[in-house]
């Protein structure tokens, strides 16, 4: 079975691309400049709240607060930048174009168009894996229907949208952090789950070491899936109701809610869960 990926360009994206290669006949890679970098918007936020929030408070007051911040923030994403690097930095290399391998690349603007359709065809590809980019629309939905298979780093339907592996920290439900093998549809990670999985979390747990345990879990699950639909045997179940679903997008997002985290995690987030882990981790339906 020929398979194309469509992913962004970040060490994670990279290894989860020479992970699938590794296993998987992929024949076309596209590798998509997302445009999107969080600790960029993180500081343009802090930015604005500097300026806007706060108008009655003295400004030491404020420019204190964004200090403080800003140096939360930009310890959360070199943390990332470091734990990413750890556990993926040492098979991130970009994929070359070659006879064997079609390599091109898209932006926002082109990721969706008759193009990336037309360049999957050329290759021949069957089957078309996605990892970390924007939403898949129109043409490629209709080029590729039941054959694009998406891997959410969240626990749909709990956790759709962005950050999924973040917000359940912050509102002290890491029982519903995971990875989500789906079929894509018009809809947000809202499509028939194909497999889910969980990282084991420990006391001694960060979020970035969870949330790579998480991809290294979704890249298994993914290559699981592949053989699957290769053999037939693919099956998914549609998703169910649940009290109270999130779904975050990128305008839910500010840095104040990384300081957040990190007070939480200070007063004891992780070994307060690992604590109680068998106890709330059946509240959450998964398809094994």
């Known amino acids: 079975m020929r398979v194309g990926i469509l992913t962004s360009d970040d060490v994670r994206h990279r290894y989860f691309v020479n992970a699938m290669r590794a296993k998987v006949n992929v024949v076309a890679v596209c ?3 997302t445009r999107y970098h969080p600790a960029t918007a993180a500081a343009r936020k802090i930015a604005e709240t500097a300026s806007s929030s706060q108008a009655a408070a003295p400004a030491g007051v ?4 964004a200090e403080r911040m800003a140096k939360v923030v930009k310890q959360h994403f070199d943390e990332r930048t470091r734990q990413e690097q ?11 174009d070659s006879s064997t391998c079609r390599v091109f690349t898209a932006t926002p603007a082109t990721l969706n168009s008759p193009e990336t359709v037309a360049q999957l065809r050329d290759a021949g590809v069957h089957a078309v894996i996605v990892y970390g980019t924007s939403l898949i629309r129109e ?28 917000y359940p920290l912050l509102n002290d439900e890491p029982e519903y952090i995971g990875v989500t093998i789906h079929h894509i549809d018009s809809g947000i990670d809202s499509g ?9 979390i420990t ?18 699950l993914m290559i699981q899936t592949m053989r699957e639909l290769e053999a037939g045997m693919l099956r998914s179940v549609p998703q169910w109701p649940v009290p109270n679903p999130r779904l975050y997008l990128r305008r839910d997002y500010h840095p104040s809610q990384v300081v957040r985290l990190y007070e939480m995690i200070a007063d004891g987030l992780f070994p307060r869960y690992a604590a109680r882990k068998d106890e709330v981790a059946p509240r959450v339906r998964l398809v094994p």
């Open 62 to 65: 404020r420019e204190a607060d």
């Open 203 to 220: 006391a001694d747990d960060m979020p970035h070491t969870v949330g790579c345990r998480a991809i290294e879990v979704g890249i298994e």
């Open 192 to 200: 028939a789950i194909i497999h889910q999985g969980r990282p084991d």
């Open 31 to 33: 590798y998509q400049d």
């Open 86 to 96: 750890r556990f993926f930095g040492h098979d991130a290399e970009f994929v070359m």
């Open 139 to 166: 043409p490629l939905l209709s080029a590729f229907a039941g054959r694009m298979i998406n891997m959410h780093l969240g626990l749909s339907p709990y956790y759709r949208g962005t950050a999924t592996n973040f």
